[in-house]
């Protein structure tokens, strides 16, 4: 087993901006780990899935198993998995608390632990979250108490986490996106998200994924917040 190539971890890779990261890190010549609730099984040498819910202990241990077992190391590690309910705050339901919290903040501490215990042993690595711009720039059209509180706090675990890990030789950052023209977006909405960003136009996936892109090369960046917001920061 060779195992020269890097190897990159992507959870909520089934669709959207996981899916298209898994295309972009194939195509940069990593072997990719990649996870979601409902991945399909892949035949391919570079690529090892594993289905299951990350909010779970067993999944993350499974997840890097079995990229230890395939490639034999862990150099990144992106916590893409999420949930965004925007609600009125005193509408959200104690579901929605407690899935929020599983996905956002359960599922990071499991699969971020173990994916930095291996890269201790390397002496490198890189791990990057998935955050929002509303944790810093709250927006009256969009109600979202839960996404600043989970959101939020891997905003400030990503600053703690690149000190804490700066002279172990691994980096820790985080990309806020604004709003995102995914599926979840229909398209009668995408007039009134477009005018919402300074910009004048919600972000594609691709700005997500080559935001992170540059990340992985910046070897002297850490502990950043990188906003991808189409200004949506910069007009506060």
């Not at 909520?12 to 298209?20: D, E, L, P, T």
């Not at 407690?98 to 042993?121: C, D, K, P, W, Y």
């Given at each position: ?96 608390y407690s899935a929020m919290l599983a996905v956002n903040l359960t599922g990071f501490f499991h699969i971020t632990q173990l994916a930095l215990a291996r890269m201790e042993t390397q002496g490198s690595g890189h791990v990057v979250q ?39 030789g691994i980096r820790s950052n985080a990309v806020a996106p604004g709003v995102i023209k995914t599926a979840m977006h229909p398209e009668e909405t995408h007039a009134a998200l477009d005018r919402m960003h300074p910009i004048g136009r ?35």
């Amino acid at each position: 087993m060779s195992t020269q190539r890097k190897v990159v971890v992507i959870t909520g890779a089934s669709q959207g901006i996981g899916a298209a990261l898994v295309d972009a890190y194939r195509a940069h010549d990593y072997r990719v780990v990649a996870t979601s609730r409902t991945i399909a099984p892949s035949s391919e040498d570079d690529i090892v899935t594993v289905s299951g819910d990350i909010a779970l202990r067993d999944t993350a241990e499974r997840v890097i198993a079995a990229g230890m077992d395939r490639f034999g190391r862990i150099d990144t590690l992106i916590n893409n998995a999420g949930i965004f309910i925007a609600k009125p705050f005193t509408q959200y339901t104690l579901d929605d608390y407690s899935a929020m919290l599983a996905v956002n903040l359960t599922g990071f501490f499991h699969i971020t632990q173990l994916a930095l215990a291996r890269m201790e042993t390397q002496g490198s690595g890189h791990v990057v979250q998935l955050t929002t711009s509303l944790v810093d720039y709250a927006n009256s059209h969009v109600p979202s108490v839960l996404a600043s509180l989970t959101k939020g706090g891997l905003a400030a675990a990503t600053r703690s986490l690149a000190i804490e890990y700066a002279k172990r030789g691994i980096r820790s950052n985080a990309v806020a996106p604004g709003v995102i023209k995914t599926a979840m977006h229909p398209e009668e909405t995408h007039a009134a998200l477009d005018r919402m960003h300074p910009i004048g136009r919600m972000g594609e996936i691709a700005d997500i994924v080559n935001a992170i892109l540059y990340l992985e090369t910046a070897g002297f960046v850490t502990g950043q917040i990188l906003h991808v917001d189409g200004g949506q920061s910069a007009g506060h």
